[in-house]
């Protein structure tokens, strides 16, 4: 899915990415640092998969590194830590789907503009840890100018998922009371769980992961990702990054 049309179809669908995290869970690891493996959650990142199709109510983002040679990873040190996720997208990921680049908003001045184009006639609400809250409180205007409004619901910093009931149905709650709410959720896999479970009530969700600490910072993270190696591996044909 090129850049256009995934800002396009972010409009009106929910975004999930799917990371080396996501991908480690699945295949069995027993949890990340900031996230126990429990099968509840597991089987909902499953379901979020399996159900996958252009016509769903989310977009699955995957990283561009599984469509890439594995000569190329390798030249980079990337190989090993992308080869399993790319025996497992062969396996469970339905092909005939369009999918997004799961880095999209690491990639210099994409998350700023994402922000502004919903801030202008959405309401906000941003689910995380308490320092984000924090830290994106201090710039909301700079995150959010002529938002109607900005809620925020607080995560806890590791194993959201074992708070998983309570912080959906505060997400339910708030967006309910709300004209027309868009949620940005920073909290690892718990928050792609729950956004899995919020499009099927049409509540729109977005999953931008550290996004907005960088954009703060003024850090950029396209090093990290070695995007100029590797972008045009996502869409050849794409002209802009």
């Keep these: ?59 699955l983002g995957l990283p561009p590194f599984i469509s890439i040679p594995n000569q190329v990873l390798h030249r980079h040190n990337f190989k090993y830590l992308w080869l399993p996720s790319k025996i497992l997208f062969k396996i469970l990921f339905p092909k005939e789907a369009n999918y997004f680049n799961a880095v999209f908003f690491y990639i210099d001045n994409t998350i700023l503009p994402f922000l502004h184009a919903f801030s202008a006639d959405h309401d906000i609400v941003v689910v995380t840890n308490k320092d984000n809250i924090d830290s994106i409180k201090q710039r909301q205007s700079f995150f959010f100018p002529q938002a109607p409004s900005v809620t925020y619901i607080e995560t806890p910093a590791k194993d959201a998922f074992a708070s998983y009931d309570s912080l959906i149905t505060q997400v339910v709650t708030t967006v309910r009371k709300l004209p027309r709410p868009v949620v940005f959720m920073a909290c690892g896999p718990a928050g792609k769980a729950m956004i899995y479970d919020l499009s099927k009530d049409h509540i729109l969700a977005h ?28 869409c050849p044909d794409e002209t802009t990054s």
């Design 207 to 234: 999953d931008i992961g550290h996004s907005m600490k960088f954009a703060a910072l003024q850090t950029s993270q396209e090093h990290q990702i070695r995007w100029d190696i590797f972008k045009k591996y996502w």
């Design 1 to 59: 899915m090129n850049e256009i049309v995934f800002l396009e179809e972010a409009r009106q669908r929910s975004t999930i990415r799917i990371g080396d995290g996501e991908f480690g869970l699945l295949l069995g690891k027993r949890g990340l640092h900031f996230q126990k493996n429990e099968p509840i959650l597991r089987d909902k990142l499953c379901a979020a998969i399996e159900e996958y199709s252009d016509r769903s109510p989310y977009i």
